[in-house]
Every structure is written in structure tokens, then in C-alpha cells.
């Protein structure tokens, strides 16, 4: 008998997939069950009352092309046991009918969509990888799993659900992307809603492993793909998206020139848990520390304006909380507010603050971040006063 494994998205009406377009049809299971005994169809999409285009339509066709997102159609294969159909709904960043045999983290309830599941857990710091069961899984229908650590391909087998990582995509945006004006280009398609979506045409091109994304803030296009057979130069481009065609293998994402030019802030005495005033000859012959290049009692690590890395002894990034007030062996310990960036964000600006015990010192300064795969990159000028210092944790 026919069931329904729907999405909220739309597929094309092209006259090469449509094989027919019935008015009339007031709900889903009735279109299902139109396309489940027609053998020419293996998707259907039923445009409710309320679509802005057509209303109470039922499309049956022969495949799903260029999906969109929609609230107001709903698109599913004829048969949801048929595993070949499934994946093809999919970007090939899911993976249909496996999860991972280690422990989940967190279960959410009343998740309608693998999109939405994944969006959970990109949003969740726990989380790397979900797992979400559809409406006919039996034990736990419209519930999202997460996972914690897992980024291995998922190899334990499961019915009616949808695997993948907390994001499929690990591109770099407006600095490093691929350079679109040279031979490697394979393809160019326009009306490109989501990067995923170009993504995904790059993976199931066989010449693709790479694409460029403008987005509709492109400048110098809007909403178009570009397919490449690699990435071997790089521009500035605003609004654009560039990365391989999948994951797995994240260290091919070509990244920014502050990731390779740095300064490292490795000196113990900045970490958060080092006092001010109890070591003696900490900076210099005092017990505390000033980043100021000009100071007496700069610290060794310090050498004024420049991209830096926290390492070692240290910590390994920016303190983004308070109290930090007579710590990191400073009197007005520094910190950051408005988190670290993700892998795509580029480099971003965040404000500096210093913590005159419990309030913001009167001076602020403005840092910018980079997430450079495995560490974060800072671009941090001199402190504004004496006796202030950037805190590692």
C-alpha cells in the first residue's frame, strides 16, 4: 500500500519529469496514493490550499529535480521502503538507513524534518552528528538523536531514518574562494537556492570536487553554482561560498592567509589562572603583565598589532567570559564577547573587553577572528592602558 515519507519542498515541474497534474486533490495521502501504483512515478508533490501558485494539486513525476524548501507543498517518493528512491530525496551528505552504533547525547522530540534535525545539532556545541527518524519509525517517529564526537561515515543499520554530520558543508566565505574565471570550471547553474544544494550537484558531478556559491548577496553574482574540477586559485568575493564537494576529508579546505602568518601568545603568564601580583619578576621585575609593546613590563610573547594564536602554556583561545579581574597576570584581564567563528563565517569582528572587577573598562578595542580548521587566529592590537593583558583559557 502506498504511505507518506514527505518533505516541505518542491520539486520541478519540467515537462520531462511531469508525467501528470491533478486538481482537486484535497490532502497528501490522496497524491501518494496516485503516484504509488503508476510504475512511471516515483515522486509526487501536493500543493496545499493555502500554496500561491497552484492549490490542491497533486504532480506526479519521474524523479525529484531541484528541490526547494516549501510550507506550502509537501514532496515524497512513491514507496518509503524503496532505499534507492529515499537517498535520491537527500543531498548526498545524508545517509538513509544507518546511524552510528556509539552512545547519543541528547534526543529531541516532534522533529518534522532531517533539516531541521541538523540545524539542532549545528546549533548545540555537543553536538557533530544527528540522526533522525521519520514519521513511520516505530519506536521514536519525528525524533532527532544526537551525537557528540562521532565523524565517521555511520555503519549501524536503522529503519525510516536519515543520518549525517551537524553541517555539510566546510567552506570558506569572502576570503580564499575559488577563482571562477579559468578552464577549471565544469558548469555554471543558476536559480541556486542554498549552498548545499550546489554542493550536492558538485558530488554527483564525477569530474566536480569543487564549487563556488553566490548566495544572494553575491557581488558579482546572485544565487548561481559554479562547478570545478579543483581549486588551485583564490579571490576575495563577497557573499560567496567555496568549498569541496563533501567533508570527510576537511583539510582541503583552502584557508586564509592569517592562518599561515602569525604571531603565537604562548607565555604562561597570560593563562586564565595565573594571579596579578603574587609572582614575583612575572614581567620584567614586577608581578604583573601589560600588552603594550612599548611597556616595561610587556610580556615575552607580545610584539603589538598582529594576528596571533594562543598555544601551549597559554590555553588555546581567547577567554570569552568573566571574571577574569587580577587573572591571566594582568590587573584588567582581557576577553572577548560574540563567540568564535565557524569554519565558513570567514573572518569576523568581535569587541574586546577588559574586566575592571565585574564591570567593562572604559575602553574597548575592536579583534577580529579566524577559524583556521584546528585553531582560532586573532587580530589584537596594544592593550588601550596599563595594566592590561588578553586572557588565554
Not at 541538523?118 to 540522526?131: G, I, K, V, Y
Not at 549525517?164 to 570558506?172: P, V
Not at 572577548?336 to 569587541?351: A, I, N
Not at 578595542?365 to 587566529?377: A, E, H, K, M
Request: with cysteine; aromatic share 12%.
Amino acid at each position: 500500500e502506498s504511505c507518506s515519507c514527505s518533505g516541505g519542498y518542491t520539486c520541478s515541474l519540467e515537462s520531462d519529469q511531469l508525467i501528470d497534474l491533478i486538481f482537486g486533490i484535497s490532502s497528501e495521502l490522496s497524491c501518494a496514493e496516485l503516484c504509488y501504483p503508476n510504475p512511471e512515478c516515483e515522486y509526487y508533490s501536493w500543493y496545499t490550499p493555502e500554496s500561491p501558485f497552484l492549490q490542491n494539486a497533486c504532480a506526479l513525476l519521474k524523479s525529484c529535480s531541484a528541490r526547494a524548501g516549501s510550507n506550502t507543498c509537501f514532496s515524497g517518493p512513491s514507496d518509503c521502503l524503496d532505499t534507492d528512491i529515499i537517498e535520491s530525496e537527500y543531498p548526498l551528505c545524508f545517509t538513509v538507513g544507518s546511524t552510528w552504533i556509539e552512545d547519543l547525547s541528547k534526543g529531541v522530540a516532534n522533529v518534522t524534518s532531517p533539516y531541521d534535525c541538523q540545524s539542532l545539532c549545528n546549533a548545540d556545541p555537543d553536538c557533530s552528528s544527528f540522526t533522525w527518524f521519520d514519521t513511520l519509525a516505530s519506536l521514536h517517529p519525528n525524533f532527532c538523536e544526537f551525537y557528540p564526537s562521532q565523524v565517521s561515515h555511520p555503519t549501524s543499520h536503522c529503519s525510516y531514518c536519515v543520518s549525517g554530520l551537524s553541517t555539510c558543508t566546510c567552506s570558506i566565505t569572502n576570503h580564499g574562494t575559488c577563482e571562477t574565471n579559468n578552464d577549471l570550471v565544469i558548469d555554471i547553474l543558476q536559480d541556486v537556492a542554498t549552498e548545499v544544494q550546489c554542493q550536492d550537484m558538485c558530488a554527483r558531478n564525477e569530474k566536480c570536487s569543487w564549487y563556488v556559491w553566490y548566495s544572494a548577496q553575491g557581488d558579482r553574482l546572485q544565487m548561481t553554482c559554479f562547478l570545478l574540477e579543483s581549486c588551485i586559485n583564490t579571490m576575495e568575493c563577497q557573499g560567496c561560498y567555496s568549498g569541496p564537494d563533501n567533508c570527510q576529508d576537511i583539510n582541503t579546505v583552502t584557508l586564509p592567509p592569517q592562518c599561515s602568518n602569525y604571531q603565537v601568545l604562548d607565555s604562561f603568564t597570560r593563562n586564565v589562572n595565573i594571579p596579578y601580583g603574587v609572582i614575583p619578576n612575572l614581567c620584567g621585575s614586577n608581578s604583573y603583565c601589560c600588552d603594550q609593546v612599548e611597556s616595561s613590563i610587556v610580556p615575552s610573547d607580545w610584539s603589538g598589532a598582529a594576528y596571533y594564536r594562543f598555544s601551549g602554556a597559554a590555553g588555546n583561545q581567547m577567554a570569552e567570559a568573566t571574571p577574569v579581574y587580577r587573572k591571566c597576570g594582568t590587573d584588567y584581564g582581557g576577553y572577548m564577547l560574540g563567540g568564535h567563528p565557524s569554519l565558513g563565517e570567514g573572518e569576523v569582528v568581535r569587541t574586546g573587553y577588559f574586566d575592571a572587577n565585574g564591570t567593562p573598562y572604559s575602553k574597548t578595542v575592536n579583534i577580529t577572528v579566524t577559524n583556521c580548521l584546528d585553531f582560532y587566529v586573532y587580530y589584537l592590537v596594544d592593550a588601550p592602558a596599563c595594566n592590561l593583558g588578553y586572557c588565554g583559557v
